[in-house]
């Protein structure tokens, strides 16, 4: 299963990728991306590559291992979070870089194959961890946050309308018998609300996966640190691109460009948000959400 990549002329654009350069992929997933911005900066540039997923990281090894030698000074691959970025980009030797990219979103491989959770279409344990050394599953969050603590899960990190009926609903349950799989929670969140917010487009469970995979992942409190470890390591002229997928993600990066102490060495290349052509939509659906912002480091 190949990882379609997002946005990808867009990226290579904004990134400015180009021959000989050093480039960061803080992201790598399954290497779509990497491999485009590999293949325009050989033989004499650098690619990084980042990946926090032990899966994945497999993956992308044996991925890279067809188009790299082992040796190739070309490509450094490093399992581990963006918010290593520096330590990994030092001993690299990829500092300073001509540019660094987030993709935010969720692999295809993540979704249908690794039996994590991360789809409520699937009957999986509910784990949702991203990297096997985080501590608590999707499960251990349900069972040990109270009502309280759920409902602003829910309303913070899924901007879900109906946080407090569902996680009250999620206290009940719980009493009864343990919430470990992800149809065991579909159930219960049907159960919960309206009919009318059953019978919208969106899923009526989507906020909630999504609430519990951001507060598992401590997704929003990395996006910061990863965005600042990249402004470090970044040469005068260098840039950064960032994918988003849904609003919160979105608001991180605008609000933290939009800081004092970064707005006065960064300007913004995207005055919008750069979206996905209708056609790229057409052939990768999960793309629709896609929302890319770039930005330069003032020479």
Same mark, same amino acid.
């Given at each position: 299963m190949v990882h379609t990549p997002v946005l990808l002329e867009e990226t290579l654009f904004f990134?400015?990728?180009?021959?000989?350069?050093?480039?960061?992929d803080a992201t790598a997933d399954g290497g779509g991306h990497a491999i485009a911005i590999l293949d325009r900066i050989r033989p004499s540039g650098k690619l990084l590559a980042i990946e926090w997923d032990e899966e994945l990281f497999e993956r992308l090894r044996e991925r890279l291992a067809k188009i790299c030698m082992p040796t190739s000074k070309?490509?450094?691959?490093?399992?581990?979070?963006?918010t290593?970025?520096?330590?990994?980009?030092?001993?690299?030797?990829?500092?300073?870089?001509?540019?660094v990219l987030f993709d935010f979103g969720?692999?295809?491989?993540?979704?249908?194959?690794s039996s994590r959770g991360f789809s409520f279409q699937k009957s999986e344990p509910l784990d949702m961890r991203m990297?096997?050394?985080?501590?608590e599953s999707a499960a251990?969050?349900?069972? &040990?946050? #109270?009502?309280? /603590?759920?409902?602003?899960?829910? *309303?913070?990190?899924?901007?879900?309308?109906? $946080?407090r009926r569902i996680a009250s609903a999620i206290s009940a349950a719980r009493r009864t018998h343990p919430i470990r799989r992800t149809n065991d929670l579909v159930a219960i969140i049907r159960q919960a609300v309206p009919v009318w917010y059953r019978r919208r487009r969106i899923h009526f469970a989507t906020r909630t996966f999504q609430a519990l995979r951001i507060a598992v992942n401590r997704e929003l409190e990395n996006?910061?640190?990863?965005?600042?470890?990249?402004?470090?390591?970044?040469a005068p002229g260098g840039r950064i691109v960032a994918i988003s997928y849904h609003s919160l993600e979105d608001r991180l990066v605008k609000q933290f460009f939009r800081n004092e102490g970064v707005r006065s060495v960064f300007r913004t290349l995207t005055p919008k948000p750069? &979206?996905? #052509?209708?056609? /790229?939509?057409?052939?990768?659906? *999960?793309?629709?959400?896609?929302?890319?912002? $770039?930005?330069e480091r003032i020479p």
């Amino acid at each position: 299963m190949v990882h379609t990549p997002v946005l990808l002329e867009e990226t290579l654009f904004f990134l400015d990728v180009r021959p000989g350069a050093r480039f960061i992929d803080a992201t790598a997933d399954g290497g779509g991306h990497a491999i485009a911005i590999l293949d325009r900066i050989r033989p004499s540039g650098k690619l990084l590559a980042i990946e926090w997923d032990e899966e994945l990281f497999e993956r992308l090894r044996e991925r890279l291992a067809k188009i790299c030698m082992p040796t190739s000074k070309s490509c450094v691959l490093r399992r581990g979070s963006y918010t290593d970025l520096y330590r990994f980009a030092r001993s690299s030797s990829c500092i300073p870089a001509a540019g660094v990219l987030f993709d935010f979103g969720m692999s295809s491989f993540q979704l249908e194959a690794s039996s994590r959770g991360f789809s409520f279409q699937k009957s999986e344990p509910l784990d949702m961890r991203m990297s096997r050394e985080l501590a608590e599953s999707a499960a251990d969050v349900l069972a &040990r946050r #109270s009502a309280v /603590e759920l409902e602003a899960i829910l *309303r913070d990190l899924g901007e879900e309308p109906c $946080a407090r009926r569902i996680a009250s609903a999620i206290s009940a349950a719980r009493r009864t018998h343990p919430i470990r799989r992800t149809n065991d929670l579909v159930a219960i969140i049907r159960q919960a609300v309206p009919v009318w917010y059953r019978r919208r487009r969106i899923h009526f469970a989507t906020r909630t996966f999504q609430a519990l995979r951001i507060a598992v992942n401590r997704e929003l409190e990395n996006i910061p640190r990863g965005l600042a470890a990249a402004c470090r390591i970044l040469a005068p002229g260098g840039r950064i691109v960032a994918i988003s997928y849904h609003s919160l993600e979105d608001r991180l990066v605008k609000q933290f460009f939009r800081n004092e102490g970064v707005r006065s060495v960064f300007r913004t290349l995207t005055p919008k948000p750069v &979206r996905p #052509s209708r056609r /790229e939509v057409l052939g990768n659906p *999960r793309a629709r959400s896609a929302r890319l912002r $770039a930005f330069e480091r003032i020479p």
